[in-house]
Nanobody, 116 residues
């Protein structure tokens, strides 16, 4: 059974940093493009960042450029999202997604709350 398990969310003050992790279980992790999405209260889910299978190419939403960094460790079946200078507007549930030519999988998300 394929599972994506996110972790690392929590309550952070504005200006703080977090590193989110997403572990892939039951899939050939290195065969999947990995993406991070987020969904803020009352808003649609949006793509934040993506990384190719080998980890050599990344892409970011305009809102994430400069403060977000996506990376992956295929030996550990894990993708990361480092977020710096957190803002109240970054409050959301963050989801990871695994995409191949045949399948798409989602995790259940991890909540990030930015508040003083």
């Amino acid at each position: 059974q394929v599972r994506l398990v996110e972790s690392g969310g929590g309550l952070v003050e504005p200006g703080g940093s977090l590193r989110l992790s997403c572990a892939g279980i039951g899939l050939t992790f290195r065969a999947y493009v990995m993406n991070w999405y987020r969904q803020a209260p009352g808003k649609e889910r949006e793509l934040v960042a993506g990384i190719d299978r080998a980890g050599g190419s990344t892409n970011y939403a305009d809102s994430a450029k400069g403060r977000f960094s996506i990376s992956r460790d295929n030996d550990k079946n894990t993708v990361f999202l480092q977020i710096h200078s957190l803002q109240v507007e970054d409050t959301a549930v963050y989801y990871c997604q695994a995409v191949s030519s045949y399948e798409t999988y989602w995790g259940k998300g991890t909540l990030v709350t930015v508040s003083s």
